[in-house]
């Protein structure tokens, strides 16, 4: 009963705080507020915030803690970025390369059972969101081979990666986080019948590597390593332009919330890249 009361009072702390840093994170003004440089600081005693939502996802299995924890680490990872003049960018997480590890672990975990889908689409948007808005942070995330996991250095996990980045390193084996990504996109004819919205999150990391792909080119590589890559995006297009618009008299709210993630997947603005690779792999 303690060990119950304790995991939910943390997911309660976690709501509270992804609910906070929501609303905070509107209001950014020049200068982070006292409370956003307390979340973000690296010296924040007695463990940054950053570490602890970290370890949280690291090394607790209960899947509320988990989701509550993984999107508090998304809107961080934003947050981080609109007051990068005051926290120096990546310099505020302060992870090592043992912590990237475990949470790569978590990540891989989440990705490959699927057996929650809100933990996997909280695990979809953190990389999503470090696409978008720390680039070094999902290069560090990527640039460790499992075998590799513990490695001989003293140097931070985003700082090594950026040299393996420049020297082609990332990317020489693909990753089991990659591997789990294939495999959506290899369903996708299934699920955007069945969970349009899984396939939609998964489409938004997606765009958000594409629209950085200068920074991602061997994340990208090894996506599109795999022979059917493009056939089945453009399947997923040819499918969703396809499908039949249904009866909205009687329909059910998860009929309609189906429909909506469909009419968003359709319009990720992939189609010109899937166009193109498709073109080329002819």
């Not at 949470?103 to 929650?116: A, F, K, P, T, Y």
Request: aromatic fraction near 10%; charged fraction near 15%.
């Amino acid at each position: 009963m303690e060990i119950e009361g304790l995991e939910l009072a943390i997911g309660s702390a976690l709501d509270i705080l992804y609910t906070m840093l929501s609303k905070f994170s509107k209001e950014i003004s020049s200068i982070p507020s006292v409370f956003h440089q307390a979340v973000l600081s690296p010296t924040t005693t007695p463990v940054p915030v950053f570490a602890a939502v970290t370890s949280l996802i690291s090394y607790f299995r209960n899947p509320a803690i988990l989701v509550g924890a993984t999107k508090v680490l998304s809107l961080l990872l934003t947050i981080s970025d609109y007051s990068q003049p005051y926290f120096f960018g990546n310099a505020c997480f302060g992870f090592d390369d043992n912590q990237i590890a475990d949470l790569r672990h978590s990540v891989e975990s989440s990705l490959q059972s699927g057996e929650h889908e809100d933990l996997f689409v909280a695990s979809v948007n953190l990389l999503t969101s470090a696409a978008h808005y720390q680039p070094a942070f999902l290069i560090a995330f990527f640039s460790t081979t499992e075998s590799e996991d513990v490695p001989q250095s003293n140097d931070s996990g985003m700082n090594r990666s950026a040299n393996e980045a420049s020297s082609g390193l990332l990317g020489s084996k693909k990753s089991r986080v990659i591997n789990a990504i294939l495999l959506y996109i290899e369903r996708s004819d299934d699920l955007i019948k069945s969970n349009p919205r899984v396939l939609l999150n998964v489409f938004h990391f997606l765009k958000a590597l594409w629209q950085g792909a200068g920074q991602y080119t061997n994340i990208l590589e090894s996506l599109k390593s795999s022979g059917k890559f493009w056939k089945h995006l453009s399947n997923s297009f040819s499918l969703i332009t396809s499908l039949q618009s249904p009866v909205l008299e009687g329909i059910t709210e998860v009929e309609s919330h189906n429909l909506a993630y469909k009419y968003q997947w359709a319009n990720t603005n992939l189609q010109p890249a899937v166009s193109y690779g498709t073109h080329k792999n002819v």
